[in-house]
Nanobody, 122 residues
Framework: QVQLVESGGGLVQAGDSLRLSCAAS????????MGWFRQAPGKEREFVAA????????RYSDSVKDRFTISRDNAKNTVYLQMTSLKSEDTAVYYC???????????????WGQGTQVTVSS
């Protein structure tokens, strides 16, 4: 059982940076692959980034590669998404996710957070 709570969303201007955090409850955080998905109004859920249990391996969607960085701190039961050079098309609700196996664009994660809104103005 894992509970996920996202924070750090807000309203920013294009080109700005923002860091999202996802705090996880439970004693088995390090057993989970962690990731971020996002969903814009009227669109399907979109894979953003994922990170392995150790934090060594990461994966990004083409739309955010070279702009976003996912990281984790297992001692703090927290995963982060550092977003830079934000664009208006990054506007979405961002969801934290946890999975016992690797996360990909096709994954339906075992656990979801409730999401945090990121709005990027032009």
């Amino acid at each position: 059982q894992v509970q996920l709570v996202e924070s750090g969303g807000g309203l920013v201007q294009a080109g700005d940076s923002l860091r999202l955090s996802c705090a996880a409850s439970g004693r088995t955080f390090s057993m989970y692959y962690m990731g971020w998905f996002r969903q814009a109004p009227g669109k399907e859920r979109e894979f953003v980034a994922a990170i392995s249990r150790s934090g060594i391996s990461t994966r990004y969607s083409d739309s955010v590669k070279d702009r976003f960085t996912i990281s984790r701190d297992n001692a703090k039961n927290t995963v982060y998404l550092q977003m830079t050079s934000l664009k208006s098309e990054d506007t979405a609700v961002y969801y934290c996710a946890a999975n016992l196996v690797s996360l990909t664009a096709a994954t339906l994660p075992d656990y979801w957070g409730q999401g945090t809104q990121v709005t990027v103005s032009s």
